[in-house]
T-cell receptor
Framework: AQSVTQLGSHVSVSEGALVLLRCNYSSSVPPYLFWYVQYPNQGLQLLLKYTTGATLVKGINGFEAEFKKSETSFHLTKPSAHMSDAAEYFCAVSEGVSGGSNYKLTFGKGTLLTGKP | NAGVTQTPKFQVLKTGQSMTLQCAQDMNHEYMSWYRQDPGMGLRLIHYSVGAGITDQGEVPNGYNVSRSTTEDFPLRLLSAAPSQTSVYFC???????????FGSGTRLTVV
């Protein structure tokens, strides 16, 4: 079984400040990890993913995430926030290639990122 | 390329009515899934399919039915709508494993 915990349902940042959204996972096999973004009244868009290889992965819109196996974490960062980053962000996990259920994504409950006036 | 197309975008049902949410993809993806999104709950898997003719239950399957007669289409049927099924429904498709899923724009369903 796999699960995802996103720490903080709401994060507020000033423009130009560091964005840090936290994600911890549990998985019985080496996982595949994903971050999705959802803008208001839209579907989910893939930001980035980790499958194998380099543990620091870069995505769209200047976001990146680092897979830390020892900490079972996959935190999302962006060095300098922009007002257009305001959205809800979801971390998701699936079993990797060695897993029997590698077609199923399990999502965290989401973190709403808003701008601090 | 249309990607994943969901219809309708909005629907209001009365308790006890049935309906089908449509989902079609034109990317020749084998894997397709239905999720529901509720505030504070994230996305929860309802049903999924790993290919035409193959479907299985996800985390919250009760009250829903699916079939997969073609690679392209994966409709979700509500058998007898209940207020607890008020939600936003997303269909998604993927080549599988590490590719991630492509999501449709969603269907907002209200059951009164």
């Amino acid at each position: 079984a796999q699960s995802v915990t996103q720490l903080g349902s709401h994060v507020s940042v000033s423009e130009g400040a560091l964005v840090l959204l936290r994600c911890n996972y549990s998985s019985s096999v080496p996982p595949y990890l994903f971050w999705y973004v959802q803008y208001p009244n839209q579907g989910l868009q893939l930001l980035l993913k980790y499958t194998t290889g380099a543990t620091l992965v870069k995505g769209i819109n200047g976001f990146e995430a680092e897979f830390k196996k020892s900490e079972t974490s996959f935190h999302l960062t962006k060095p300098s926030a922009h007002m257009s980053d305001a959205a809800e962000y979801f971390c998701a996990v699936s079993e990797g290639v060695s897993g029997g259920s590698n077609y199923k994504l399990t999502f965290g409950k989401g973190t709403l990122l808003t701008g601090k006036p | 390329n249309a990607g994943v197309t969901q219809t309708p975008k909005f629907q209001v049902l009365k308790t006890g009515q049935s309906m089908t949410l449509q989902c079609a993809q034109d990317m020749n993806h084998e894997y397709m899934s239905w999720y529901r999104q509720d505030p504070g709950m994230g996305l929860r898997l309802i049903h999924y399919s790993v290919g035409a003719g193959i479907t299985d239950q996800g985390e919250v399957p009760n009250g829903y039915n699916v079939s997969r007669s073609t690679t392209e289409d994966f409709p979700l049927r509500l058998l007898s709508a209940a207020p607890s099924q008020t939600s936003v429904y997303f269909c998604a498709s993927s080549y599988g494993t590490g590719d991630g899923y492509t999501f449709g724009s969603g269907t907002r369903l209200t059951v009164v």
